[in-house]
């Protein structure tokens, strides 16, 4: 059963340092790009980015581009979403999902969504 | 503002069929395959169609999906209370730095 399992909720002050993961099992986790989707409190979905486990190669909207950084580590199946300031404007819920890429491209398979609160 | 573009919202009573339109343009919808994800308040999203008008695994044939040039549909029919969620559509933004999604529509079942 293919699953991606995301850290838990955040609550952070603006400034602060924030990594947070989505673990991949029950697929080979190298082979399939992982994206990065936001949701802002009473907003859509947006499309922040991917990346692809085999050889980290990422590729961000370019909305996102310098907002925050994907990365990814192949040896435990996992890939990260972080901040080095974060602001106010983070608030949102993020979701992981594993992209079907080939022909067609869609996200399959999603996290359950981490919860990230910056307030003073 | 969303790449593609969707009502805000659509009603209909249960038992009815809807239709959700998108509409993008030459650089996304008209040349690549579209998708629809169904989204419920609390819960994360779930993949209603790939590749168009495909169907994953489970996922009833109430749903189904037609495009034509640059604007795609969702269609849903024996609408059920169930039903009620915000749909979004997505698709490729023409270059391997990801994907777009409209602004999504709230599906309100009366």
């Known amino acids: 059963e293919v699953r991606l399992v995301q850290s838990g909720a955040e609550v952070k002050k603006p400034g602060e340092f924030l990594k947070i993961s989505c673990k991949g099992s029950?697929?080979?986790?190298?082979?399939?790009?992982i994206g990065w989707v936001r949701q802002m409190p009473g907003k859509g979905l947006e499309w922040m980015g991917i990346?692809?486990?085999?050889?980290?190669?990422?590729r961000y909207s370019p909305s996102f581009q310098g907002q925050a950084t994907i990365s990814a580590d192949r040896s435990i199946s996992t890939s990260f979403l972080h901040w080095s300031s974060l602001k106010a404007s983070d608030t949102a819920i993020y979701y992981c999902?594993?992209?079907?890429?080939?022909?067609?491209?869609?996200?399959?398979?999603w996290g359950q969504g981490t919860q990230v609160t910056v307030s003073s | 503002q969303s790449v593609l573009t969707q009502p805000p919202s659509v009603s209909a009573a249960p038992g009815q069929r809807v239709t959700i339109s998108c509409s993008g343009s030459?650089?996304?919808?008209?040349?690549?395959?579209v998708s629809w994800y169904q989204k419920v308040p609390g819960t994360a999203p779930k993949l209603l169609i790939f590749?168009?008008?495909k169907r994953p695994s489970g996922i009833p044939d109430r749903f189904s999906g037609s495009k034509s040039g640059t604007s795609a549909t969702l269609g849903i029919t024996g609408l059920q209370t169930g039903d009620e969620a915000d749909y979004y559509c997505?698709?490729?933004?023409?270059?391997?730095?990801?994907?777009?999604f409209g602004g999504g529509t709230k599906l309100t079942v009366l």
């Open positions: 029950g697929y080979s986790f190298t082979s399939y790009w």
């Open positions: 999902a594993r992209l079907y890429y080939d022909s067609g491209s869609y996200l399959d398979y």
């Open positions: 997505g698709t490729w933004n023409g270059s391997l730095s990801g994907g777009v």
């Open positions: 030459s650089s996304n919808i008209e040349n690549n395959y």
């Open positions: 990346i692809y486990p085999g050889d980290s190669d990422t």
């Open positions: 590749d168009t008008d």
